[in-house]
Structure formats: C-alpha cells, structure tokens
C-alpha cells in the first residue's frame, strides 16, 4: 500500500468539480453529477480522517449523489415513456421537484467543501487562501459562492425550455405546434448560456485549486497529520480503502442495467466498465498479476461494449424489419460483437470474485494470536459463507447477462418468428439487473462489515 504520510493534494476533488460545469440538454446530463460526487468523496478520503469539517463535506457529497441518482432514474422513466409531447405531466412535475431538491443538497455540500478548506487554510496559516480581498471576502468564500451561483443558474436555465414546452403541453385547446416547434432552439441557446459560464467556472475552480496546490505547508502538515492518524489506527486505511474499492464496484454493477430508449442504452456499459476498472485497482491484494488481467479486462469489457452498442443501434436505425444479404451481414455482426461482449463479461466476472476472495482470506475474519480449534472453525465457516456470497453473486449477474444478451439481441433477427416475442420483456432484463446489482452489493456489503470488525479497535 501508499505510505500514509505522503502529502494530501486534492486533485480527485477538482476533477469531481469539472463534472457540475456541463449544460444539460433537455434535461440529459451529460456528464452525471452523481459522478463528480462520488470523485469528491474519494477525493476527501483522507482529508475527512483527521478533519471533521472534511468529512462532512464528504457526508454531503454522498447525500448528493443519491439524491441525483434518484433524479436520474426519474428521468429514465419520463423520457422512456413516450415522446416529449406525450410525456405524462405528473412525471415531468416529479423530475423538475428533483432538480429542486438536489439544488438544495449542492448548496449544503459546496458550503461544507469550502468551509472546509477554510478552516484548513487557517490552521496552517495558508494567507492567500483566507485573507480578505477587495471584495470583502476571502478567496476560497469568492469560489464557493461563485460555484453555488453557477449551480443555481445552470439548473434554472436548463429547466426554461422543459417548462415551456410542460406549460405548451398543457394548452391543449390551443394551436402550440408553431410555438414548440422553437423549443429545440430554446434548448440550445440555454446550453450555449450554460456553457459560458461553464467556462468561467472552470478557470476560477481550476485557478483556486492550482493556488491550493502551492501551499506546501497544508499539503505536507495535513499529510503527515493523517499519517500519524493512521500509525495508530492501521485498520482506518484498510477499511477506507476497501469501502472506496467495494463502493465502485457496486456502483459499476448497477450501471450494467440496459435502459434501452430509441435503440439506444442510456447507461453506457463504458461508464460501468470505468467503475469495475478502478474498483479493482483500488482492491490490496497479492495476487498483482491477477489484480491487473482483471483490470484490462475491465477495459476490454468497455471497448467490445461500446462497439456492440453501437452496432445494436446502426442496425436498428439503418435496417429494421428490412431484410437481405446485407441485414444479415449487418445482424451477424451485432450478434458477434455482443457474444464476445457477453464471454468478456463472464471472465471479468470470475476475476472480480477471485480477488474478493483474495481479499477475504486477507483481511476479513479476525484471527487471534492464541488459535483454539473453536476459533479456526469459526473462521472458516465465516470465509465459506462470504465466498457462497460471491457465487450467489457471480451465478446470478451471469444469468442477467445471459438475458441481457438474448432479449437485446435475438429479437433483432431479421425475420418473424418466436424470438419477435422477447421485444416485450427488455423490461424484465432491467429488472433482472437491477436485483442483480443489489445481490452484488450486499455481498460487497457484508464482506466489508467484516473488514470493519476486525479493524474496528485499530
């Protein structure tokens, strides 16, 4: 592992910041928030041990990325149900109350940040950082009240286009086609605006942080601060470090869930690939050898997954019930590119499960100095019961990928016939990985609880 007295920088911090600049366009963000949250809660991993305003911008930075992810989903369901001028009203209500309540969370958390860095600049006599400027503030209270504005402004001038085109869909005795015909317009000069100020908020973010990176004395004190943290309570990065691995792991089991709209996957199978990747770089095991085949498989999975959706989506725009040589080259294609996605998968799968097991027999279960038989079968039964997790797990996501691969793929044959019938139960293979996913997770979750108690009087 890293030693634990080297210097504290905060580039993860930064690089979750850049993911709130991005306009959305109706509605879709392109780069998720809850994304940008979750590289602020790493980022504030070591941070949040020895500062207690740290770990409650870490705290906050959580909540958030729930809170978009609840918004996301929300999303899914509106713009899964039909085209904008068919949308149900109440789910677009429920989607904008959303955004509402999330602004609310991004004020408490960017506050928490700031204040945070706040008090570090005083502790360790950090003057550019708290010295009042001509403005009547300090530096760091000029960004954070800059980046909150900024949040404020994206969200209310993304969502008036949305409200104009819920308020056109209201005035149903009125002739408004000419009217919503100008909401694509209206959404692009609101992505234009964003993006401006996107830009300003990038250069002042990224100017703050260059300026905090200069301050050797905060950087190296709070360093050696958590160092010697961390020389008495060994257990803390072990468990740290594990709860970030098991938690990106987690996360990139539930991005896996295919929400198909138009042909196409909302949830890049890429973006669940990126998650796997550094979840299993993060894991301490041993086994370095496997720790980086798992990793390259991970980055295979995201390649061969963008390429089949992308042949999903040509042949389903391009030919259709269309039939011939041609379709038939285009759909064998797609059914390579798919079972290779589905083999990749399965073998990334396996190592995954490996190195968990790797990690349990490492780190889970406390082992005493003085070994009783009693106590060496207590142990025992512990791991065998953590590794049927796992194959409950690995069996389990194996049989969800075998139904993603089947329902996303041989309904597209290029003639009728029975498989024409799996076209109604995508559905079904969303909510197949979705409990999938939760299986995953709580397997993940027990075996971190075991880790903690082992560690727990470090």
Known sequence: MMRADRPIRFGLVLAGLCFF??????????????????????????????????????????????????????????????????????????????????????????????????????????????????????????????????????????????????????????NTRPMYDHIGVMRLLACVAVLVLGVIYLVRVCKFFALLGRERALCEGFGARYGAHIQAHPGIAVERRHTAAFLLLGLGAFLLADFQLDFRNVIPDAAAAG?????????????????????????????????????????????????????????????????????????????ICLLLHATVLRYAGYLPEHKSEFELDALTGLREELDRGLMRSYVILAISALASFLFDYIKEIPYDGFWRILEFFWFFDFCLALLSAAVFAFALATIRREIRARYRFD
């Not at 959303?98 to 950090?126: H, I, K, M, N, P």
């Not at 038939?328 to 799968?349: M, N, R």
């Open 21 to 174: 600049f991005n306009p959305a366009f109706s509605v879709i963000d392109v780069l998720p928030d809850f994304i940008g949250c979750l590289l602020i809660w790493l980022g504030l991993s070591r941070a949040s041990v020895v500062s207690v305003p740290m770990s409650e911008a870490r705290s906050a930075f959580l909540k958030l990325a729930a809170v978009d992810l609840v918004k996301l989903f929300a999303l899914m369901v509106v713009f899964g149900s039909g085209s904008s001028t068919e949308q149900p009203v109440s789910l677009l209500i429920i989607a904008f109350s959303a955004a509402v309540v999330g602004l609310y969370f991004f004020t408490v958390a960017l506050r928490a940040l700031f204040e945070g860095f706040s008090s570090l600049s005083v502790t360790y006599d950090c003057v550019a950082l708290y010295q009042t400027r001509p403005s009547g503030r300090s530096r760091t209270k000029e960004v954070a009240r800059f980046a909150t504005l900024f949040v404020f402004l994206r969200e209310i001038i993304c969502l008036v286009p949305e409200f104009t085109a819920l308020s056109l869909n209201a005035l149903d005795g009125l």
């Open 275 to 351: 998650c796997l990747l550094l979840g299993v770089l993060l894991l301490d095991v041993p086994k370095k050898r496997l720790q980086y085949g798992t990793a390259a498989l991970a980055a295979a999975y995201g390649v061969i997954a963008t390429v089949s959706s992308n042949f999903a989506y040509a042949f389903n725009s391009t030919y259709g019930e269309v039939k011939g040589a041609e379709a038939e080259d285009a759909y064998l294609s797609l059914w390579l590119s798919s079972l290779g996605e589905f083999l990749v998968f399965l073998a990334l799968l396996a190592c």
